[in-house]
């Protein structure tokens, strides 16, 4: 009997330690298989980065295309202040990326389409800009303090090549996400689970230029505030 009894709790602990050695694989397998999920979320994030990245670097060379056409056909102008030359900032569609164009002049005056408004609250200063050449401002507040706005500017030359004048077109950071399809280029790929959000890389602070989650525009410092400040 005795040796009956050892026979059984033998089988039992023979199958107790089955159970636990296969509860040990399941729970590998499981910690496997969320890590390949984990890693593949992770690889499908990195190129819809890269991918996005390069869907606003297009929208931006598009942008700067069209201004150094407008400029070149400036070009012609002797005086930027005539009405053909006006014409010529009137006729500009606003399709990719700048809503409209103007003129910032050596004196620093500068020449808007009709019913357009001065863009930024500050003053545009021609030799800082025309220093830089073709080049885009960091994110700028606009004139009536309601939003914020790009300048992409674009140099008008003479025969000699010197700048005669600064071309740039206006990029309106409040309409930017629907001109460049971001919430659709988003959804086609996850849906709404994830958030857009393009910065100023050549900002410490780290500015946003598109933010799908806030109904402003911040930077990473003020965001790191408001959600982490009160943790410590």
């Known amino acids: 009997?005795?040796?009956?009894?050892?026979?059984?709790?033998?089988?039992?602990?023979?199958?107790?330690?089955?159970?636990?050695i296969m509860l040990g694989m399941t729970n590998i397998a499981f910690t496997r298989v969320y890590e390949s999920a984990e890693e593949l979320c992770q690889q499908q994030m990195e190129q819809l980065a890269?991918?996005?990245?390069l869907h606003v670097e297009q929208y931006i060379k598009s942008d700067q295309e069209d201004l150094v056409t407008i400029a070149d056909i400036l070009n012609i102008y002797p005086d930027l202040n005539s009405q053909e030359a006006v014409r010529i900032l009137d006729?500009?569609?606003?399709?990719?990326t700048s809503e409209y164009v103007g003129?910032?002049?050596?004196?620093?005056?500068?020449?808007?389409?009709?019913?357009?408004?001065?863009?930024?609250?500050?003053?545009?200063?021609?030799?800082e800009e025309a220093a830089k050449k073709?080049?885009?401002?960091?994110?700028?507040?606009?004139?009536?303090?309601?939003?914020?706005?790009?300048?992409?500017?674009?140099?008008?030359?003479?025969?000699n090549g010197n700048i005669r004048a600064m071309l740039f077109g206006v990029i309106n950071l409040q309409t930017?996400?629907?001109?460049?399809?971001?919430?659709?280029?988003?959804?086609?790929?996850?849906?709404?689970?994830?958030?857009v959000f393009v910065l100023d890389a050549g900002k410490e602070n780290g500015e946003f230029l598109v933010d799908t989650m806030h109904n402003d525009l911040y930077d990473i410092s003020t965001i790191y505030q408001q959600n982490f400040a009160g943790e410590n």
């Open 91 to 96: 006729s500009f569609h606003a399709h990719d």
């Open 1 to 20: 009997m005795d040796n009956y009894l050892k026979k059984i709790n033998d089988n039992i602990w023979r199958t107790v330690m089955v159970i636990v």
């Open 176 to 195: 930017i996400v629907e001109k460049w399809n971001l919430l659709t280029y988003r959804s086609s790929i996850y849906g709404d689970l994830i958030n």
């Open 103 to 127: 003129i910032l002049l050596p004196d620093n005056n500068v020449i808007l389409p009709p019913n357009k408004k001065y863009p930024i609250a500050e003053k545009m200063d021609f030799n």
């Open 50 to 53: 890269i991918g996005l990245s």
């Open 134 to 159: 073709a080049h885009i401002t960091s994110r700028l507040t606009n004139s009536d303090g309601s939003g914020h706005v790009l300048l992409d500017y674009v140099p008008i030359t003479d025969a």
